[in-house]
């Protein structure tokens, strides 16, 4: 690889790529989901570079603040500051470039309230969560999961401006779907990598409440997930489309956090971790493709039974 390409690499992999990607693709989610038929173009476009570009600049400065917690771990030893290939001064310019493009993209072109959604997640995971929370509770990852869920919104907030009626109510319902899905998503990573988080002093539930704790929890957040997911269908939302998604993607997960009680080897958290990601990314096309088929599933007039006359 050339020389400019591997720095463009490590500039990207600052950015904590792949987990950003779902991020903005909740957003977008979102954004389509907040107004009937199609969002406006630009409201959409410039909603999805200043909600990408301030997870970015959020996943940087954790990495910056994170740097001596990721030298300790297995898992996090590669990045990009731990092993010198981008100092701190860079990679905290480069943070701030991408905070203050974002936010200018968003105040100028989108709408304040946006503007400021985005930067209170930004602040939320970049700030609260890492320098606090993180190394202070094993809550941690469920308050600071509040910023990582917080992406439907801002999209939903880009294209309304959150002037209906409903807007809240359904926004936050999207919002509550990823903050029941985060301790799931994380713990059965944690489970795996408990070894790491005990050897840099993080303490995550499986360090400091066991392992056995540690599932039962999974267990019981992936039922509520199940429950909190009818309510995109049972609030009118969504349609029967997506409730038979959601059923299934549920019922998979809990068979998998069931299993993970008594697992077969100890490699099966990596497999329910990764299942989480499966999971949301399938459960958002759900609602997305529903919100779609929704007018032909419908039964429109054709069907309707009218009094004569
Ligand atoms: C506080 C909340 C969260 C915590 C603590 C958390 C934690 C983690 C951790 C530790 C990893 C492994 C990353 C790595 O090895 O580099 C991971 C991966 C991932 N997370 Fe999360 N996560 C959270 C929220 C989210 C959210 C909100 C999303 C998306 C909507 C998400 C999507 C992903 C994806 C896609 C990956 C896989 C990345 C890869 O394959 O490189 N996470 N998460
Ligand atoms: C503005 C906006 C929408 C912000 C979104 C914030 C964002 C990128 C949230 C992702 C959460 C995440 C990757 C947590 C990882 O925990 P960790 O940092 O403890 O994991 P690590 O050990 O892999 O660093």
Known sequence: MSSARATLRQYFDLTKPRVVALIVFTAIVGMFLAVPGLPPLRESVLGFLGIWLAASSAAAINQLLDSRID?????????????????????????????????AILVLWVNPLTALLTF????????????????????????????????????????????????????????????????????????????????????????????????????????????????????????????????????????????????PDELYAMKVFNYSIVYLMALFAFLLVDHWLLPWLQPGPAFELRPAG
Request: no cysteine; charged share 10%.
């Open 120 to 263: 209170a997640s930004l602040i939320g995971y970049a700030v609260i969560y890492t320098v606090f929370l993180k190394r202070a509770t094993p809550q941690n990852i469920v308050i600071g999961g509040i910023a990582g869920a917080a992406p439907p919104l801002l999209g939903w907030a880009a294209v309304t401006g959150m002037q209906g009626e409903w807007d809240w109510a359904h926004a936050l319902l999207l919002v509550l779907i990823i903050f029941v899905w985060t301790p799931p998503h994380f713990w059965a990573l944690a489970i795996f990598r408990r070894d790491d988080y005990a050897r840099a002093l993080v303490p995550m539930l499986p360090v400091t409440h066991g392992v056995a704790y540690t599932r039962w929890q999974i267990l019981l957040y992936t039922v509520l997930l199940v429950v909190v997911t009818v309510l995109p269908w049972a609030s009118g939302m969504s349609g029967l489309f997506y409730l038979g998604g959601a059923l299934v993607l549920g019922a998979v997960f809990l068979w998998h956090a069931w299993r993970l009680m008594d697992p």
């Open 71 to 103: 030298a300790k771990m297995a898992r996090t030893s590669w990045r990009p500051i731990v092993v010198g290939q981008i100092t701190p001064g860079r990679a905290l310019a480069f943070a701030l470039v991408l905070a203050a493009l974002s936010m």
